[in-house]
């Protein structure tokens, strides 16, 4: 069922009569800004569809742009939009009980509409007297009304089976609409009887009635092969969108409606609008509302919301001969009319960027495109043939990536296509990675899990994505389900207790901005242009410099230390800079205050009571130093988000190990790992979640990563960075230019 979000005070943006066409030479530069890719691009698509000139539209988009929240500059809480901004003055009559509604309004005249119940000018004009804004008396209801009649009609519908599946308001003419899939009859029973009531200002549209009739009868001698036809019992309702992804119905041997290629081709819900037809002799699916048709066999556009089923307790004309789990199929479309339509616009597109006609572009295209069909071909002829070896293959423009696991043998590509074929290695054919996923599908399903699992061909590897974690721990450990070493758990991922505050994040900051040497530091790292994101060099603005600062500071630097650091030819700067998609060993352990080999003590998933914004303790003994001055034998003791909340809800965050036994990557005593350690960064977090640090307790500057026979493997989003012996040597560089300054 679709939830009807909670309608939000949104800017309308409202055309009116049309203006004035522009004149040639306005018309020129407003192109020419847009074929240029200009920085006021934004501004000139305006122009053009707006008919103004481009400087007007400059104006315009400058006024509405007044409440970004740009970046700051200085230390201190970032400065309020102007109060004549369009947000500013919206805060302040929102507050007003007669307040309707506020748009923008781009003809005749641009400006900012202001709507109220009543006395729009005299109540206007308490706030503002910028003729940019425009009182407009509109009488109905106030748009707290609004709010309110939307929530509790919402409650109501959704009580008496209803099934609202979309809701909007208009402000503009102060009408609220509802759209229902169910059964009204309860609710107007209620709306009767006095204990609903519906304000005379409310829409409610029903399902309007299928504008096809029912597929006529088979024809004589003509026997249904299908055992049953199970649909959802609402309408779907809304709005229904096609994905450009295929699917193939298949009619199985027991009579039941599949979809092919999905985890054991699982029994269709249709929609409710659904109908068999088998007037043609043969199998085919018409969607009564709006005319689609599909033949079992062919290949088709799915719906976009299409999934499978958790409940199907509102799936209507079940048969056991055909059960569940079911698949939803949100809406279906033959897939040929796509196919055209998208191949029509990347002619258009072709014709465009390679500056040739549209017969040539076609002529192009029509020739990758049977190319590709060839390549496709050979690609399942090859699947087929060779599933040892075969991984994928993608095709794109007539060329094709084929990934092989193993060397390819002498013939296997035929000579007409070698020129075509470009060969990538992976770790494992496809058909043995989807027969491990079936196998552990199998036990996860039969342990009762809500789970997921994806194959990556690329990484040869298995990734398990589950909101209940601790079950699949228990069953794991249970042997009730058997996961492979190198799959990964993936969860949505949890925060630190507390959450993020914005207010916590900016008392943080001043601590931060009140040191005595901050503006030095800002000084320094402004002195030193910075390669961002791979470019050349470029000197660091003040709003970067602020953050940089700030960082560097929660991290344990001052400006002392960059000055004697870049001395020596370590630049924290620039290490921090490149943790954007440069980063190293090398530069993460200048950010880092201790890099350590660790052997696991003890893992300990239940401190949240610590209130510091982490759940879990986990106890290293270091066995060896790359940087810092931490010695062999010492114990340190990190803090992880991942583990318990109070009310016994196991949480696990993205990019740290799994705190529970039986699953892969896990924490165990004995293990060894690569830790990036940091007291700074971990009391920062905790100050920005309003909560406080523990004295002595490290944070992770860098995901752990564990080390298997001298072999630091891949963490949770990089791969690995080498054998130990390779990280210890980009380190040590780091280490002495510490040790010969004396930072520590």
Known sequence: MRQIAPLTLALLLTAGPAAA??????????????????????????????????????????????????????????????????????????????????????????????????????????????PLFIPFDRPGPSWREVLNTQERLFANFQRFGARPVMGSANVQTGRLGFEVTGDLAAFRAAVKRGEVVVPAYVDITEPPPLRHAAPPPAPPGFVNPVKAFPRMKFRGGGIMTLELRTGRVILGPDGCLRLEGERKSPVIAWPNEAAIDLSHGDVRVFHRMNGNSIRVGGTFALGGSSHMLKDDAEVIDQ??????????????????????????????????????????????????????????????????????????????????????????????????????????????????????????????????IDTSVSADVEAGRLYISTENILALSQAAAAGKVVIPDDAQVVTNGSSPVGGYGEDNAEAAYRVLESAPDFAEMRTLIEAVPQPYYGEPPRPVTRASSLDIGRFLLALGFTAADIRKLRAVGVDPVRAWVQQNGAATPENRAVLAEQVVVGEVLSVDPNRVDLKDGARSTVQFRVTETLKGTARPGETVSVRLESGFDPDGQYQQANGEPMMLPGLPGGLKPGDHYLLFLSHGQYANSARHHGMKPVPAMYGLRQEMARIDAGVVQRTYTEPSPGTLAEVRAKIAPVQAAFEKVGVN
């Open 21 to 130: 066409q522009l004149t040639s030479a306005q018309k020129a530069e407003i192109e020419a800004v847009i074929e240029g890719h200009g920085p006021n691009m934004d501004a000139a698509m305006y122009a053009l569809d707006q008919q103004v000139p481009l400087a007007e539209a400059i104006r315009r988009l400058e006024i509405q742009n007044r409440d970004a929240v740009r970046a700051p500059e200085e230390p201190g809480p970032p400065p309020p939009p102007p109060p004549d901004s369009i947000g500013a003055v919206q805060r302040q009559v929102a507050e007003e009980p007669t307040f309707a509604g506020l748009w923008i309004q781009h003809q005749p005249t641009y400006g900012v509409v202001v709507a109220f119940t009543r006395d729009a000018a005299k109540t206007l004009a308490k706030y503002t007297k910028d």
């Open 319 to 448: 048969n056991p001969a055909c059960p569940g789990p079911y698949l939803y199929l949100t809406g279906f479309s033959s897939y040929a009319p796509m196919e055209a339509q998208q191949f029509e616009q990347q002619v258009k597109e072709y014709a465009g960027s390679h500056r040739v006609s549209l017969a040539q572009a076609r002529r192009v295209l029509e020739a990758q495109g049977e190319r590709n069909r060839q390549l496709r071909a050979f690609g399942s002829e090859l699947q087929a043939a060779r599933p040892d070896l075969f991984g994928a293959m993608y095709v794109s423009e007539g060329k094709a990536t084929l990934k092989l696991a193993g060397e390819a043998p002498r013939g296997l590509i035929p000579a007409g296509f070698a020129s075509d074929i470009t060969i990538e290695r992976v770790p494992r054919p496809l058909a043995e990675l989807n027969a491990v996923r079936g196998s552990l599908l199998d036990q996860i399903e039969a342990a009762g």
